[in-house]
């Protein structure tokens, strides 16, 4: 069976029932299997845990309770901490480390009814910009497996672009988002700083440091950021401000629309 590739496609068919989640996750569990060994875009693959949570969105769908992201798979970047499974943060320090505690963007994504297929690779302690320097071995671009996916959330940027998972979670200090979205034909956002929360992120710089997420399209940005986002009392830097619909514009008409294009670059 075919399926839709972007998040958006797959929520509407699990709504009508074209399909259900456990498909969806046994097809994507079986293309990672099958092309990601020359990709290396993820560290661990959480096959069984995410069955078990694919059978619980279809469960949770057929009383009626699903939201617009339930039972849609996705990953997360090493450098997330999630209960029970190792978070790496691409290096060998902390290669046994395994989280008693999911990170807040994590549980808001498990809360949405989301399922999480594993952990992608990442530049070492997210220090770089081509996910050459994972403990994991370097990741690959899969548009040219001799070229490099961007980094440091390379592994998040490969796995979306070879269409492996809709969408990944990723982290941007210094364009750590932005390069490899670039990088791999895909789209991601940088979002203002204490929009997301960083509890349960590993720090490079906390100053700077946000999650964001990678996806195919604008649309499925705003879907899953819709989710991601949010106050958080456990991050100190947390914005203060409701939660909201990022995807409410999008009927709105492009008429009327300005865009900057800055006149000088640094």
């Not at 069955?51 to 057929?62: Q, Y």
Request: glycine share 10%; net charge negative.
């Amino acid at each position: 069976m075919d399926f839709p590739v972007t998040v958006a496609g797959l929520g509407a068919g699990l709504a009508r029932g074209d399909f259900s989640s456990v498909e969806i996750t046994r097809a994507l569990l079986s293309r990672i299997a099958r092309l990601d060994p020359a990709l290396n875009s993820f560290i661990t693959v959480t096959e069984a845990q995410a069955l078990v949570a694919a059978e619980a969105a279809d469960a949770r769908r057929a009383r009626g309770a699903a939201g617009p992201l339930t039972g849609i798979p996705y990953a997360n970047k090493d450098i997330f901490c999630t209960a029970g499974v190792k978070t790496s943060c691409g290096s060998r320090m902390l290669d046994n480390f395994v989280a008693p505690y999911d990170a807040t963007v994590v549980s808001r994504l498990t809360d949405a009814g989301m399922v999480m297929l594993g952990k992608t690779n990442m530049d070492e302690f997210a220090m770089g910009s081509s996910n050459e320097t994972s403990f994991h071995g370097l990741c690959r671009n899969p548009w040219d497996l001799q070229r490099v996916p961007g980094g440091s959330s390379g592994g998040s940027a490969a796995a979306v672009a070879a269409r492996l998972v809709p969408f990944t979670t990723g982290t941007d200090t210094g364009g750590s988002i932005r390069l490899p979205a670039a990088y791999c034909g895909v789209s991601g956002i940088k979002p203002t700083y204490g929009r997301v929360s960083r509890y349960g992120m590993i720090a490079f710089a906390s100053s700077l440091d946000q999650g964001g997420p990678m996806a195919l399209t604008a649309e499925d940005l705003a879907l899953t950021l819709s989710a991601m986002a949010g106050f958080d009392p456990r991050d100190s830097t947390s914005t203060e401000a409701e939660s909201e619909d990022f995807t409410r514009l999008f009927a709105s008409p492009l008429a009327g629309l300005r865009i900057g294009l800055p006149q000088e670059f640094f």
